[in-house]
């Protein structure tokens, strides 16, 4: 419900596998919550969800066979947290919140941010699934492609693709006995707003399948996967991370909503810089989901097949982004 002072709660995440997210964490950002619970709440749905092929228990290893955990949290320049490359810990946006509030510092990696978790009562478990490992393990038998053009088409074949099905989890679902399917990846990126206008974002990733180890794409780094500004909006992306690192995106898009940017029009820019400084290949795709203090939501995508989670009092919503770039 709003307030008088106009703020609408809302909840938004990348990917319609989030809208299960957002409805568990509705009721209680509805009676007037703290939306980092929120948003934690949302990742944490994700994360314990084999079905989810790149959060948490669902996510692929590296090239090792390892799988490692990346993610943030946000409420403000001076209040957020990072933890990547987590080995025994399924909810890194979580572990996040505990480097924001009970450190000086903003970002753990490897073992250490283990061990941390572990001191602060985090519960330690594998990671790898069977259907990962077993995945994996086609995957390190199999051939290289060498025609370059089977390799083109297999590319746009497996760009993410969301079906709008929440139950689905999966965003390669054609491929679902094929283990290229897992050739791509994406992540979970959450934002909401409170009823008194606070607003909160976390991110929480498996990173790129069989990616070489010790890779970290942007979703945790603050600034690239995840941005909030208070009274100015947030910000979260998804997709290839190398393309949404080379140009600060989540900070992009605030800073244009700082300029008099609508959220739909921040997110586009950020799209647009994007399609302006890389060579884009059949399997890059990249989305925005920007958020006002007043629960305005829009999306920008690289490509078409991205849809946004949306919940606020008047019901929950799939929506394409405002703004595509590109059909192909």
């Not at 994360?47 to 390892?66: I, Q, T």
């Not at 941390?116 to 490992?133: K, M, N, T, Y």
């Not at 007043?294 to 394409?320: H, Y």
Request: hydrophobic letters at 40%; proline letters at 7%; glycine letters at 12%.
């Amino acid at each position: 419900m709003s307030n008088p002072n106009g703020f609408v709660p809302c909840i938004a995440s990348t990917w319609s596998f989030s809208a299960r997210g957002n409805a568990a964490a509705w009721p209680a950002l509805a009676a007037g919550g703290d939306p980092l619970d929120a948003v934690l709440e949302a990742c944490r749905v994700a994360e314990e969800d084999p079905a989810v092929d790149s959060v948490g228990f669902g996510g692929l290893p590296d090239a090792a066979g390892r799988v490692t955990l990346d993610g943030c949290v946000m409420r403000s320049p001076a209040e957020c947290g990072s933890a990547c490359g987590l080995r025994r810990h399924l909810h890194p946006a979580r572990v996040a919140r505990l480097v924001m509030e009970r450190t000086p510092h903003v970002m753990l990696v490897g073992e250490a941010a283990d061990e941390f978790a572990d001191l602060h009562g985090e519960p330690s478990r594998e990671l790898v699934s069977d259907a990962a490992r077993e995945a994996w393990e086609r995957w390190r038998a199999a051939p290289p492609t060498l025609d370059a053009a089977a390799a083109q088409a297999r590319d746009r074949a497996l760009r993410p693709v969301d079906s709008g099905d929440p139950g689905a989890g999966a965003l390669f679902g054609s491929h679902a006995r094929n283990e290229t399917r897992w050739h791509d990846h994406d992540t979970i990126g959450s934002l909401a707003v409170g009823a008194d206008g606070q607003l909160a974002g976390a991110c929480s990733t498996s990173g790129m399948p069989w990616k070489v180890p010790g890779r970290v794409g942007d979703s945790p780094i603050i600034g690239h996967g995840l941005y909030v500004e208070p009274g100015v909006g947030a910000a979260t992306a998804t997709g290839t991370g190398e393309l949404i690192m080379g140009v600060c995106g989540a900070f992009l898009a605030v800073e244009e909503m700082r300029r008099g940017a609508t959220p739909l029009e921040a997110a586009r820019t950020v799209v647009e810089r994007i399609g302006r400084s890389y060579r884009i290949e059949p399997h890059h795709q990249t989305a925005f989901v920007v958020v006002g203090p007043d629960g305005t939501v829009g999306a920008a995508a690289l490509r078409t097949g991205f849809l946004v989670a949306v919940r606020t009092p008047a019901g929950e919503r799939l929506e394409p982004p405002g703004f595509t770039l590109r059909a192909d």
